[in-house]
């Protein structure tokens, strides 16, 4: 005990007692710290700059989350230590967190929700998702909300606790599918014989394949029409594009072998 006449008597523990604290504290955080930050390296291979930047920032997040526990429970100690009666201080601070709380609830859950998303993967920016009907590019991901924008150019920013019904078009490859008329006047075999020299014509030319063009054959018996099927395996969200190209080339195909494509007629009677 050291005692200054005439002043104050203060016990040698409580200089020492907040010296330790505080140095536990610090010594906490930076173990914290450090096994956060390698545990969030080991994961960063193949990733690209968004997907880093995301990673920092939920690790900033949650390193300051426990730098701030860390510090209001070293503050807490000190004061119970000089004899400040902590429990109706937490009490009051409980009731202040809870009104704080119900006020920003939406934020709360945004910020949750933001935290999900990125540690899960659930989606990055780049990806092609559809939510409440709006389909379109992510174009921002934070912690709070999602940017969309569509094809049209419109942007819709969502909440991202509203993200719950995402639907991720990103995640795996598409199918390109086509479906071409013929006139029943040809035969299948005609036709598939057509439509397989196509698909050797075209290997290795079609862009973002990832296979090789396969003919279904006969899908539907129309009325004026026999219907056949062709479909590619693309790259995620490319079986517009690709659609296209295959329109175009069978159609090429089909004229070259002098192949009809049926179209509405009108046949006018004159009776007598």
Known sequence: MIKIPGIITIELKHILLPIIFIVSGIIIYNILKTAITKL???????????????????????????????????????????????????????????????????????????????????????????????????????????????????????GNHYMDNMINYSLHNSLAVVDVGTDYAHSPEEVEDVLNKLAKELEGKIKDAKGEL???????????????????EVNSMKQFEVERFLRKKIKEAFDKENIKIPFPQVEVHNGK
């Open 40 to 158: 969030s390296l080991s994961k960063t291979k193949r990733l690209n700059d968004d997907q880093l930047q995301r990673i920092k920032t939920v690790n900033m997040l949650i390193i300051n989350i426990i730098k701030y526990i860390i510090v209001i429970v070293i503050a807490l100690a000190i004061l119970a230590l000089y004899g400040v009666n902590v429990n109706s201080l937490v009490a009051g601070l409980g009731i202040t967190a809870a009104i704080i709380g119900l006020a920003f609830q939406d934020l709360a859950k945004d910020l949750i929700a933001g935290i999900f998303i990125i540690t899960e993967a659930q989606y990055e920016v780049g990806d092609t998702i559809e939510v409440d009907g709006f389909m379109g590019e992510v174009i921002s991901l934070g912690l709070k909300t999602t940017q969309i924008r569509n094809y049209k150019g419109a942007t819709k920013i969502i």
């Open 214 to 232: 396969q003919i279904w054959g006969i899908n539907a018996l129309d009325d004026s029409s026999v219907v056949y099927r062709v479909a590619i």
